[in-house]
Every structure is written in C-alpha cells, then in structure tokens.
C-alpha cells in the first residue's frame, strides 16, 4: 500500500491528479489506507499493538510522501505565475486606519503632563448626581444642576422620593464635567495627590463650529502642603509653551466655580490673540471635607481645559463638528 501510494503521488502532474490519488489512499470514507485500518479490529489482541505500530508507521509515510508531491505540483504552479509577475512593479499598499486626531492629542497631553509628574487617573462617564455636583460644592438649587443642561439618564430607576433628595441619590447622568474624577481620586487616595485625567464629557448644546454635545476634558489636580497659584499658574504656562510653542503666554482672569476659591478663566495668547481655554482655581474647602481631608492642613489645585479646543488651535482646525462627522478627507490629515 504505502509503495502503491508513494508511486500514485509523485505519478501525479498536476494538483487536479495528485488530489485523485490523495482521495483514493487518504480519504477518509474509500481511501485504501481505511480499507487497511479497519481490518484492525479483526486482528487478535496480543498482535494488536504491533499492527497498530506498523499501520502508524505507514500512515506517516504516505503523508510525507503527498505533502512532498504536493511541494513540487506546488512549485510547477508558482513556475507558471513567476512568468508574468514583474517584482520591479510597486505593490499594493493596504489601506490602514490609524489613531483619532483627538486620540493623539490625548496621548500628546498625557505625555507632556508626565513629564511634569502628572499621572492619569480614570473615572465613568455615567455618574450620580454625588460625584457631579454635591461634592463639588454645587448645591441643589444650583442652575448647573438643570435638566436642561445635563443629560439625565431616564434608565435609572429613580423614584419620586429620590428625586428630590438633595444627594440625588438613585440618579444618574453623563458627566457633564471631568472634575467628577477629582472627587473619586480624593476618595481613594491620600495626598500628595498629582493627577490629570483625560474623558468625554456631555451637555446639550446644539453642535455649531465651537460647540457638541460630547467633547473632552483634561483636568488636573495636584494636592499638598502649602501649594499656590504660583504653583498653578507654572504648571499651566509650562503645559501651554509645550503644547502650543514657546511664545505662548497665559493669563488668569477672575471667575466663579463652585469647587475652586478662588476662581479664574484661563487664556492664552497665542498669534496675538488671546484664547480662553478652560478653567481653574485653588481646590474650594468645602470640597476637602466632602472627601474627608483636612482643608488647614493641605491646599490644592485644579484645573480644566478643553481638548478639542487645544487640538484645534494647535492645528488650524476651524469646525470642532470636523471631528465627530466620520469624513475620512479630514481624519486623514492627522
Ligand atoms: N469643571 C470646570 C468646567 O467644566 C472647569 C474647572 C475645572 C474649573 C477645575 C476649575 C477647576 O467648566
């Protein structure tokens, strides 16, 4: 059999015949080397084992043999492509996708941040009024609390009674800030804390060229002894010369946050004009002790800028739409 099957395959010329003779040794319904096996269980037991040495032995090598037939029918084909295929033409280049504009300005901003001995803290997009707002020295009255200007979630089983507790307790909503995180990394960890943390956040706004309803922040918080809004205003010149250029200068505007006393804008100047990118402030008291610190004994910063808006004026990209529309003419660029 096994000299039967080795003559069958290197007999075949072409790939067509040597499958024939593959079929009729192999196969495993009619093949010869199955008609040979079966007779297995008519042999008796104590020669059992050495039939079934032999019978391996054979199998092995009638593979073998087709697999090396099939390496030189193989060959012959790749003869007959060699003829018409010219290796001096250029290739085909896949097309490849490749990381989001808004992807890559994260990355960059974690890495600049990192070098000023920032780490990245994460927090969800999902979260309870608590988070949000309470802890955050927004009260329940506060106009920031509307509906109208957040996204509530109307899955979250929320009864009446709920609803209207000050802690918001059983609500949820998309974060409509990343200061959220602040409050979680505050919870867990104990200063010195130097944080950034890098996430969509959501209000309702209806899209035009500055303005979606989804758009990301970087908020930063760095808590110890004795920290000032020297210390503040540094980290974000330095932040700005290194991710806008070196002529790039920053300017505190007096402001209103309910998490931060005090409170500013903060701008750059950059190509003459100046630009306001997000806010910040020296760490409120009030939001120490709703995670527990002791405001006389640390101090504290944070801030929050806007990514798209950084992207954007890093780039010249005009319409913050740009990003979200899917038009590969513009992702493309990136
Ligand atoms: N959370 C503020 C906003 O979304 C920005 C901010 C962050 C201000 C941290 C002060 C401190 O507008």
New binding site residues.
């Given amino acids: 059999l096994q000299s039967d099957a080795e003559s069958a395959f290197t007999g075949a010329s072409d790939s067509d015949a040597l499958e024939q003779a593959r079929v009729a040794f192999l196969g495993a319904k009619n093949g010869q080397f199955k008609d040979v096996q079966k007779m297995l269980g008519g042999i008796e037991s104590s020669d059992k084992r050495a039939a079934g040495m032999r019978l391996n032995e054979v199998k092995n090598a009638i593979n073998k043999a087709f697999e090396q037939a099939q390496g030189s029918v193989g060959g012959g084909g790749d003869a007959q492509i060699d003829a018409t295929f010219d290796p001096s033409l250029p290739g085909t280049r896949p097309t490849l996708g490749h990381v989001h504009p808004i992807t890559q300005t994260i990355d960059h901003l974690t890495e600049i941040m990192g070098r000023m001995g920032f780490e990245v803290a994460e927090g969800p997009e999902v979260e309870d009024p608590w988070h949000n707002f309470v802890s955050l020295n927004i009260p329940e009255d506060h106009p920031a609390r509307d509906p109208l200007d957040n996204f509530y979630l109307a899955t979250a089983s929320v009864n009446d009674s709920d609803r209207s507790s000050e802690t918001g307790e059983g609500q949820r909503l998309l974060r409509s ?1 990343t ?1 959220t995180v602040q409050i979680r990394v505050m919870k867990s960890d104990e200063p010195p804390i130097r944080i950034i943390s890098l996430g969509r956040v959501y209000r309702p706004d209806a899209p035009d060229a500055t303005h979606f309803p989804m758009f990301h ?1 970087m ?1 930063g918080l760095l808590v110890d002894r004795n920290v000032t809004m020297a210390n503040l205003k540094t980290v974000l010149r330095v932040f700005a010369n290194n991710y806008l250029g070196d002529d790039v200068e920053i300017r505190f505007r007096p402001s209103f ?1 309910p ?2 006393e005090p ?1 500013v804008e903060v701008d750059f100047l950059w190509n003459g004009t100046w630009i306001e990118f ?4 020296m760490v409120d008291p009030n939001v120490f002790k709703a995670v527990g610190y002791d405001p006389e004994k640390i101090s504290g910063f ?3 800028l806007g990514v798209e808006r950084l992207c954007m004026r890093r780039h010249g990209i005009t319409d913050i739409r740009d990003f979200y529309s899917g038009d590969l003419r513009f992702l493309q660029q990136f």
């Fill in positions: 800030q200061s922040q908020e946050f998490f931060t409170s997000g806010g910040a402030g944070a801030f929050g």
